[in-house]
């Protein structure tokens, strides 16, 4: 997993608050990546960053939020308006636009009831 | 857009044995293809990708992968599987073609390999 932590690595919330997930790099990547990871659905891009202080939308960023003051940090909010927050996130990181596999953190698994 | 299927939910072979996990994909330019691994609670582990050059890729703990453009496959490979290769393999594609971050991932496959 290498470079990478993501912080806890469970986490247990009650309907109607909101989370804040950790990601943090020391490798010196430029993009960081944040997915969520459902049973038989594979990987789903919630929202990505290029560069500090800028971020997109991915395919299910509806309930979720993300900040990127800092080049290795990129913490993922899931809001209340996360209709079913439930699941492990994953976070990634890559180096730049000239490379091309990213780097996963270990992960973090949320559970909300 | 880009997408990639990987047709088999779970793989199972015997130790000692080939293995071999399927990959097809679809993109509008050229294919940036890769291989991860995931092990239980843990995140995804780099195998391989392939971006140019030779069809057959060689990567990560013995695993290579061959890609074929006119069957849009890239599939997954061992000459002999371990009992440590049980995991579940995503295959991923990008479209090397555009200016994107955009990475898609299959579903997924689990292996199993039974002593």
């Known amino acids: 997993d290498g470079g990478i932590t993501q912080s806890p690595k469970y986490l247990f919330r009650k309907e109607g608050q909101n989370v804040t997930l950790s990601c943090e790099q020391n490798?010196?990547?430029?993009?960081m990546y944040w997915y969520r990871q459902d049973p038989g659905q594979g990987l789903r891009l919630i929202y990505y960053?290029?560069?500090?202080?800028?971020?997109q939308k991915g395919d299910i960023a509806e309930g979720y939020s993300v900040s990127r003051e800092k080049k290795e940090s990129f913490p993922l909010t899931v809001t209340s308006a996360q209709k079913n927050p439930t699941a492990f996130y994953l976070c990634?990181?890559?180096?730049?636009?000239?490379?091309?596999?990213?780097?996963f953190g270990p992960g973090t698994r949320l559970t909300v009831t | 857009a880009q997408s990639v299927a990987q047709p088999e939910d779970q793989v199972n072979v015997a130790e000692g044995n080939p293995l071999t996990v399927k990959c097809t994909y679809s993109?509008?330019?050229?294919?940036?293809l890769f291989w991860y691994v995931q092990y239980p609670n843990r995140g995804l582990q780099f195998l391989l990708k392939?971006?140019?050059?030779?069809?057959l890729v060689k990567g990560s703990y013995g695993f290579e992968a061959e890609f074929n453009k006119s069957q849009t496959s890239f599939h997954l490979k061992k000459p002999s599987a371990l009992v440590s290769d049980s995991a579940l393999y995503f295959c991923?594609?990008?479209?090397?073609?555009?200016?994107?971050?955009?990475?898609?991932f299959g579903a997924g496959t689990r292996l199993t390999v039974k002593p």
């Open positions: 990634a990181s890559k180096r730049g636009k000239e490379s091309y596999e990213q780097y």
């Open positions: 392939y971006i140019t050059g030779d069809n």
């Open positions: 991923a594609v990008r479209d090397g073609g555009r200016n994107s971050n955009d990475m898609r």
């Open positions: 993109v509008s330019g050229n294919p940036y």
């Open positions: 960053s290029q560069i500090v202080n800028d971020f």
């Open positions: 490798l010196n990547h430029d993009a």
